[in-house]
């Protein structure tokens, strides 16, 4: 059973350019959260999407935005990027929004910016 | 609002050691407790878990007891591995308007010595 799969593993972009993450959930969950972990840190909580809607959001600007297909796969887009935004950006997928059975993260799309 | 301090690192200490990393949380209401292990390159993985006061979580020899009073949930281990060397985060999950948000610590980096 796969679980959960995150592509590209490693991307590097120049400042203002746009990126797009993508986000494939294990199977049988509807819940998708991104979280954004820069070097030495914890990962910080950018949003999370049930049912194709964005359902929580954290202390990201406008310029992080998401969507939610379907089949529950997601994207993480980023626009106008800038060097402080070079971290490991995980996806993590649960069933009802991980209140049941927590979550089960990927491992990461490695973001740099230069 | 929510947040985990959780204790700096680096740890390092020989096999066969006990290993004890201290964790404390601010929290609205009794959250869901975590802890998070992170080897390198990968994701994160659950280690163990305690939905209440008084709980016990424990996997692989790790243990963790969720308690109240201190707002603490501090991971132990009476015997550490060389194979246990990774980064540890302890995490809680929001409950209300933060429902399936996890807030993490910045991560403790455990060295294990053969």
């Known amino acids: 059973d796969a679980g959960v799969t995150q592509s590209p593993t490693h991307l590097i972009k120049t400042r203002g350019q746009q990126v797009t993450l993508r986000c494939s959930p294990k199977?049988?969950?509807?819940?998708v959260s991104w979280y954004q972990q820069a070097l030495g840190q914890g990962p910080q909580f950018i949003f999370q999407y049930y049912e194709e809607e964005e359902r929580q959001r954290g202390n990201f600007p406008d310029r992080f935005s998401g969507h939610q297909f379907p089949n529950y796969s997601s994207e993480l887009n980023v626009n106008a990027l800038l060097l402080g935004d070079s971290a490991l950006y995980l996806c993590?997928?649960?069933?009802?929004?991980?209140?049941?059975?927590?979550?089960?993260f990927g491992s990461g799309t490695r973001l740099t910016v230069v | 609002g929510n947040s985990v301090t959780q204790m700096e690192g680096p740890v390092t200490l020989s096999e066969e050691a006990f290993l004890t990393i201290n964790c404390t949380y601010t929290a609205t209401g009794y959250p869901s407790l975590f802890w998070y292990v992170q080897y390198p390159g990968e994701g994160l993985q659950l280690l163990l878990k305690?939905?209440?006061?008084?709980d016990k979580g424990s996997n692989k020899g790790f243990e963790a007891t969720y308690r109240k009073e201190t707002t603490s949930f501090h991971l132990e281990k009476g015997s550490v591995q060389v194979s246990d060397s990774a980064v540890y985060f302890c995490a809680l999950r929001g409950r209300g308007s933060t429902l399936g948000r996890l807030y993490f610590g910045r991560g403790t980096q455990l060295t294990v010595w053969p």
């Open positions: 993590a997928s649960s069933l009802e929004q991980g209140t049941v059975y927590g979550y089960t």
């Open positions: 199977s049988g969950h509807d819940t």
């Open positions: 305690a939905t209440k006061a008084d």
